[in-house]
């Protein structure tokens, strides 16, 4: 697999985010009150910090307000890169996670690279952090989004990914008072996904989660371990 995939013209056309950020930019922070116990995101986040030697580069796709993951991986010693789409769930993150051992930037994931010219090269990581962000691609972009994360791994390098487990594409759902689109996969075909992305699943863990608000349904929520393959 080619280690310069941003480079390839295989890749789907982006489509529209319009709205994507927007949404999250007036959530701010609601966010974090309506997603206030994140046992599975603290666990993955806690198992990925303790599996890398101390002073690691990871990257946090789709970092939100830098809670709980941005935080926990600097506390744990790790450098940490995160990007997002939204201005204004960046400038949470940067309150929330004041280490210099912190950077965010505003990037469309699609836009990450590992060299090259502009913001989104970005270089490569020991592991990446994705949590619950390529839920908000349709589909058509979601295989060659993980593809491209990969290639920002240095060989044999950890990805922790979570996906809200749910069989929808590009669906407009009412999300905090806004509307989303969302994607997601039911569990066998998510692992499918990730496996055809080159990457080995080392361990998994599920949880049925319920969000303090009632804007939000219960949802099943998907942890996967993977290595870059
Ligand atoms: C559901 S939130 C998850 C935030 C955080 N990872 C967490 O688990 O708390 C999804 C985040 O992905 C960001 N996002 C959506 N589309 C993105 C894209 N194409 N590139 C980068 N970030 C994106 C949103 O702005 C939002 O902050």
Not at 90 to 111: C, Q, Y
Request: glycine letters at 10%; one cysteine or more; proline letters at 7%.
């Amino acid at each position: 697999m080619s280690e310069d995939y941003a480079a390839r013209s295989d890749a789907p056309a982006r489509r529209d985010r319009t709205g994507q950020a927007e949404a999250f930019d007036a959530i701010g922070a609601s966010y974090d009150v309506a997603f206030p116990h994140k046992d599975g995101q603290l666990a993955a986040g806690r198992r990925l910090a303790g599996e890398l030697p101390p002073g690691s580069r990871v990257l946090d796709v789709g970092c939100g307000t830098g809670l709980p993951t941005a935080r926990q991986l600097t506390e744990a010693g790790h450098t940490v890169l995160g990007v997002d789409l939204s201005a204004g769930m960046l400038d949470l993150a940067r309150v929330n996670v004041p280490s210099p051992a912190a950077e965010f930037r505003r990037l469309d994931l699609a836009d990450l690279r590992v060299s090259g010219e502009g913001p989104g090269a970005v270089g490569q990581f020991d592991a990446i952090a994705c949590f619950f962000a390529l839920l908000m691609l349709p589909r058509e972009e979601i295989p060659s989004a993980l593809r491209l994360l990969r290639s920002l791994l240095r060989p044999g390098g950890l990805l922790a990914l979570s996906m809200v487990e749910a069989d929808l594409d590009d669906a407009a759902i009412p999300f905090l008072g806004h509307v989303i689109r969302v994607s997601g996969y039911l569990r066998d075909e998510l692992r499918q996904v990730v496996r055809d992305a080159g990457f080995d699943i080392a361990h998994e863990e599920s949880y049925a989660y319920a969000p303090a608000s009632t804007y939000v349904p219960p949802e099943h929520q998907l942890f996967l371990h993977c290595r870059r393959g």
